[in-house]
């Protein structure tokens, strides 16, 4: 019985031609004849044929590390056969060999390896200071309730009243009736009150601001159209008058209106309408000048809302004293008027340039003067007024 | 694409002259070769977060897949030998990169060495894996047959040394005491190879 060994002594001899004609025939047959037999065979060649491919990838390897090296160490040569090979004919693009410092190749190297890392470092820093910066503000304004705020609120409502006017109009048209033009809505208010007898008021010129028509409504929901007449930006102040042609005036003002300066400390009061219903302030006169410095203006600590501006503003004895501007957010209950003695100025300036037809008569003296304050309150009352403004849409 | 035709109108007669020594085991050819493509594969790497080294280990892979190939006359190049190296070298390259990365890989390629695709690069770097393979199990199954045995088949057949001299080195009585030996250590070296190769899924 032969042993495998045996057998791989035969194949060898057999792969390298050495075996003589009978023995080759015999074996030839035997390997055409039993599988198993050639599969022996066929593992044999297998294994020594990858044993010398194995031995000559170890020499290639080792011939290209050598050549490497060779290379690397003749490098000005190798660029210099490089350089000439074009001459010889050679058709290839060669890239330049880039000489670079030992620190600027590590510094490529870092850049390169870790070139979308530092990217996405970058980017997340970027995004994060932005998150931040917008995440403060964000918490900031959550944080103060802000007058712009009110008026949104007040907006809304307004916009509920609309809906339901389209609403009723689509009703109306689906009827078959012919619907009416759609009446404009209101989209901000403030306060005003008389100046004149004669159909002149005040109001804060930023109320108007925009305005496409006016409408002024008392406390008895008797209504009158006005116009501007005149607008002092800078003093925040407005006139208006009333143009409808049934009204008649507004018969005697009960307050008058101070020319001078009024004392710090006095005792203040102001009427409003921040909501539908007229709204009572007081408190008292804390700085005789307003925002930022600005000498325009008094400085008052009464509570006012959005609504409030445009109201008066009158000292104990029920002089006015100033008209209601605004307010600092984010100052306890600073509110600021503008004096009165201004408006007496712009009255002035007007009434020198004023139409025959419509003259500027001032109160001069007035009547609230000692009575207490819910009969004061009462007079003045029908001489305040909602000044509704109307915007095109 | 009609490969497998070596007459290429796309070989440049260079290219052929090349290829013609290089089968001829003329090792100035080899040399040439290898200085000629190597900043175009160094550049690529570098260029792809690679280091040095590992552009040299990239290109001596691809430079061997392309030699073996050549003295096997087994090469079928339907591009030149540029492209067709650049897209060997991509392959290795990309294949290291996504085994060291837990991202997706995206290479910068230049667009100088042109399509690189449908070059064949692909079947022949796969071809080329296997074979790895095949010589990493060699390697470990020589490892554990131990010595004599080891030193004796390397000599004999990676070293080529004749069985005179290896009869003489390993200080047997006669050359057919050595053979038998070597037979055996055949046997057993065949044992080893078989039981660690099959295993392994193709």
């Known amino acids: ?350 009434a020198a340039t004023a139409k025959a037809t419509a003259p500027y008569h001032l109160p001069r003296y007035g009547q609230l003067a000692g009575s207490g304050r819910p009969q004061q309150l009462k007079k003045l009352q029908d001489y305040v007024f909602v000044v509704k403004v109307y915007e095109k849409d | 694409m009609s490969r497998g035709n070596p007459t290429s109108s796309s070989l440049t007669p260079t290219d052929d002259a090349l290829i013609a020594a290089i089968r001829s085991g003329d090792e100035r050819a080899l040399a040439h070769l290898y200085r000629l493509h190597w900043p175009m594969v160094s550049h690529f790497v570098l260029q792809n977060s690679g280091s040095e080294d590992d552009a040299q280990d990239v290109y001596q892979e691809g430079v061997m897949v392309f030699y073996e190939k050549v003295r096997d006359g087994s090469l079928e190049l339907s591009c030149q030998i540029k492209t067709y190296l650049y897209a060997v070298c991509r392959r290795l390259w990309l294949k290291r990169l996504t085994s060291k990365s837990r991202f997706g890989v995206r290479l910068l390629d230049d667009e100088e060495h042109g399509p690189y695709l449908n070059t064949g690069a692909e079947e022949d770097v796969l071809a080329a894996e296997e074979q790895d393979r095949r010589f990493a199990t060699m390697s470990e199954a020589l490892n554990h047959l131990g010595e004599p045995c080891r030193s004796l088949l390397e000599g004999f057949y990676l070293l080529d040394k004749s069985m005179q001299d290896l009869t003489s080195e390993f200080g047997y009585t006669n050359a057919d005491n050595a053979k038998n030996q070597k037979y055996k250590c055949l046997v057993r070296l065949k044992k080893l190879f078989f039981a660690h190769y099959k295993e392994e899924p193709i």
């Open chain 1, 1 to 350: 019985m032969m042993t495998e060994a045996d057998y791989y002594a035969l194949f060898e001899a057999y792969s390298h031609g050495e075996l003589a004609g009978p023995a080759r025939t015999s074996l030839e047959a035997r390997l055409s004849a039993d599988p198993d037999f050639a599969l022996r065979y066929a593992d044999f060649t297998e294994l020594t044929g990858t044993l010398r491919a194995y031995g000559r990838r170890q020499q290639t390897r080792q011939q290209l590390r050598g050549l490497h090296a060779a290379m690397l160490a003749a490098e000005a040569p190798a660029e210099a056969v490089v350089a000439e090979k074009p001459a010889t004919g050679l058709t290839h693009t060669v890239n330049p060999m880039l000489r670079i410092s030992r620190t600027e190749r590590k510094l490529r190297e870092f850049w390169s390896g870790h070139r979308a890392t530092v990217g996405v470092a970058a980017s997340v820093a970027v995004m994060a200071v932005f998150a931040t910066l917008l995440g403060l503000d964000i918490w900031r304004n959550s944080h103060l309730p802000t007058r712009s705020g009110y008026q949104a609120l007040r907006l809304e409502i307004n916009n509920l009243k609309h809906n339901q006017k389209v609403l009723d109009k689509t009703i109306k048209r689906i009827d078959g009736g012919v619907a009416p033009p759609l009446a404009p809505v209101s989209k901000f208010s403030g306060t005003g009150f008389a100046l004149t007898s004669e159909g002149y008021l005040v109001t804060s010129y930023h109320v108007i601001q925009g305005a496409d028509s006016l409408l002024i409504e008392g406390k008895n929901h008797q209504r009158y159209h006005a116009e501007p007449v005149y607008s002092d930006i800078k003093h925040d102040l407005a006139i208006l008058r009333i143009t409808d042609r049934k009204f008649t005036g507004f018969g005697r003002l009960p307050y008058a209106i101070k020319s001078g300066q009024a004392d710090l400390g006095e005792r203040v009061f102001t009427l409003g309408y921040p909501r539908e219903d007229v709204v009572y302030g007081e408190g008292s006169l804390s700085a005789r000048s307003g925002f930022e410095g600005d000498t325009a203006f008094y400085q008052v600590s009464i509570p006012v809302n959005p609504g409030n501006s445009g109201g008066p503003l009158l000292d104990e004895r029920g002089n006015l004293i100033g008209v209601v501007s605004g307010r600092q957010n984010d100052a306890q209950s600073a509110a600021f008027a503008t004096k009165s003695s201004y408006l007496v100025r712009l009255v002035d300036s007007l």
